[in-house]
């Protein structure tokens, strides 16, 4: 049984020293180019702290470094929190507050926006992450670091993005995600010969999957530049180039590919094996132009959020839906159990709604440094009375299809109460993907005017929307007011920014 992620890369090292591990626009390294930087930042991160198990925070653009410091901080048996460097400083500050890191670890470009008083407002210790990477140290000289590690043990902290109010930062183990990132390689047959075109930033959860499933199996690692997610062509290209077998997209950066139709310039037919995809709801009618142009690729659709290490159900696409269906969330993961409540605490029956709740190794511990948030997200498991059993209450709506998979609806956020009718924002918003003219919408509640607001990235009025999508949706579910935008924001994860469309009501 392994006791941490390090053992992954102690172990792929050793099988393809040579074999590129992470590489980006500025570098690539070999498994023991990694492996031995990372020794180089454990030793340095203990000389410096002298203690394990204390938060690390990483302040470096996304690159493969930034990953190697990741490592290095695992090694020395104490746990990381990415600061991104574009990030608002108000927000910045939050989450130094929380985090209260007994170090910071920054590339030496940004050495002179960290300390007290400055932009990254820090007075802990400072490292500058290329004097760490480059001392010659004995792995057994922190093997004892290592053994000191167990898997309950936090890896990292990730604050969550795209709400307002205080970030909240979301701890997770060792064991959570030697437990995930099992299931993922076991489940999509993940090896050595394996690529992957990583577009999550390295502050984002889906990133999970990218990096450790090619510290763990010896598949590489490829940084795709940020700017080629605006350039379908030039992407797919890309992935060709590259020999990429697996992306792990937010449905967003799909959608960017289908809607320009891209496929008819490139074909990656060839390379492209896998297409998983987490974060939003992607509609069939994009997933329905992949399929189109490269029908033999594996496609599947992961759900869950921060708090349950990346992912906790899942849907291999087996069949043909229409562009109007809902895409299941599917079953849930191995070693994870669901839990469907209705208000009253008890499981929903057939295909009533309820709320996903979550049960598994993956579950975060609870919210750094946040007992409040914690004791309301991570509660006893109502139907057992009998000894302590955490769940995580997601704030999701689902409800189960006569297959017995997941169907997603909406945020309990986004479940209203309009002209007397309860209704899922969600169900609408499925409705409007569907139609031929549509890329990408989102719909919100205008609580003020009481009204349902879509937002569309198309010129079209609302008689033209509200007439096809009465087929499909009940008169009161039909939008009162529809904002037609040249592009829907998006967040710095790359989904739909709804924070910024609330703006505009």
């Known amino acids: 049984m392994l006791n941490c992620v390090t053992r992954w890369l102690d172990e792929t090292a050793g099988r393809f020293p040579d074999k590129t591990a992470f590489s980006d626009i500025n570098h690539s390294y070999t498994f023991s180019e990694v492996r031995k930087m990372a020794v180089s930042i454990a030793h340095n991160i203990h000389m410096e702290l002298g203690r394990t198990k204390q938060?690390?925070?990483?302040?470096?653009?996304?690159?493969?470094?930034?990953?190697?410091?990741?490592?290095?901080?695992?090694?020395?048996?104490?746990?990381?929190?990415?600061?991104?460097?574009?990030?608002?400083?108000?927000?910045?500050?939050?989450?130094?507050?929380?985090?209260?890191?007994?170090?910071?670890?920054?590339?030496?470009?940004?050495?002179?926006?960290?300390?007290?008083?400055?932009?990254?407002?820090?007075?802990?210790?400072?490292?500058?992450?290329q004097e760490l990477v480059n001392d010659e140290v004995e792995a057994k000289e922190i093997e004892y670091l290592e053994d000191r590690i167990i898997d309950t043990d936090l890896l990292y902290v990730l604050f969550t993005s795209g709400s307002t109010g205080n970030p909240k930062g979301v701890a997770i183990t060792h064991r959570g995600v030697l437990d995930y990132i099992d299931w993922v390689t076991d489940t999509?047959?993940?090896?050595?010969?394996?690529?992957?075109?990583?577009?999550?930033?390295?502050?984002?959860?889906?990133?999970?999957?990218?990096?450790?499933?090619?510290?763990?199996?010896?598949?590489?690692?490829?940084?795709?530049?940020?700017?080629?997610?605006?350039?379908?062509?030039?992407?797919?290209?890309?992935?060709?180039?590259?020999?990429?077998?697996?992306?792990?997209?937010?449905?967003?950066?799909?959608i960017m590919v289908s809607k320009l139709k891209a496929f008819r310039n490139v074909d990656v037919s060839a390379v492209l094996k896998r297409v998983l995809f987490a974060g939003e709801v992607m509609p069939n009618k994009q997933l329905n132009i992949w399929r189109k142009y490269l029908p033999d690729l594996l496609y599947a659709n992961l759900y869950g959020p921060t708090e349950i290490t990346d992912a906790c159900t899942y849907y291999i696409v087996d069949r043909e839906f229409s562009d109007e269906e809902p895409l299941p969330i599917g079953i849930p993961m191995r070693n994870t159990d669901i839990l469907v409540l209705k208000e009253d605490n008890t499981e929903v029956v057939g295909t009533e709604s309820g709320e996903l709740c979550v049960r598994g190794t993956g579950v975060a511990v609870g919210y750094y440094n946040n007992p409040e948030k914690t004791k309301e997200a991570f509660v006893q498991n109502p139907l057992n009375t009998v000894y302590p059993e955490r769940i995580y209450r997601t704030g999701d709506i689902v409800h189960y299809n006569g297959k017995g998979e997941l169907i997603y609806v909406c945020r309990k956020d986004f479940q209203i109460k309009h002209m007397g009718y309860r209704i899922e924002l969600g169900e609408i918003e499925t409705a409007v993907s569907s139609l031929e003219a549509v890329d990408s919408c989102c719909c919100l509640y205008d609580d003020n005017r009481k009204k349902i607001v879509l937002f569309l990235d198309k010129e079209l009025d609302k008689p033209y929307i509200n007439t096809r999508i009465s087929k499909i949706v009940p008169e009161y579910m039909l939008p009162n007011k529809v904002i037609s935008l040249e592009q829907l924001p998006l967040n710095a994860n790359g989904k739909i920014d709804r924070v910024k469309l609330k703006e505009l009501l």
Request: proline share 6%.
């Open 55 to 129: 938060p690390v925070a990483v302040y470096m653009d996304k690159s493969s470094d930034m990953l190697i410091a990741y490592l290095g901080i695992a090694y020395s048996g104490n746990f990381y929190s990415p600061i991104a460097t574009d990030m608002p400083s108000g927000r910045i500050e939050k989450i130094l507050e929380t985090l209260n890191p007994g170090l910071l670890i920054c590339e030496k470009k940004y050495e002179n926006r960290c300390g007290s008083g400055r932009e990254v407002s820090f007075s802990g210790k400072k490292l500058v992450y």
């Open 188 to 254: 999509f047959s993940i090896d050595k010969d394996d690529s992957f075109g990583n577009q999550a930033p390295f502050y984002f959860d889906n990133s999970i999957l990218d990096i450790y499933s090619s510290v763990k199996t010896g598949a590489t690692l490829y940084i795709i530049p940020d700017e080629l997610f605006s350039q379908p062509v030039k992407l797919l290209a890309y992935l060709l180039e590259k020999k990429i077998t697996t992306v792990f997209w937010v449905p967003s950066a799909l």
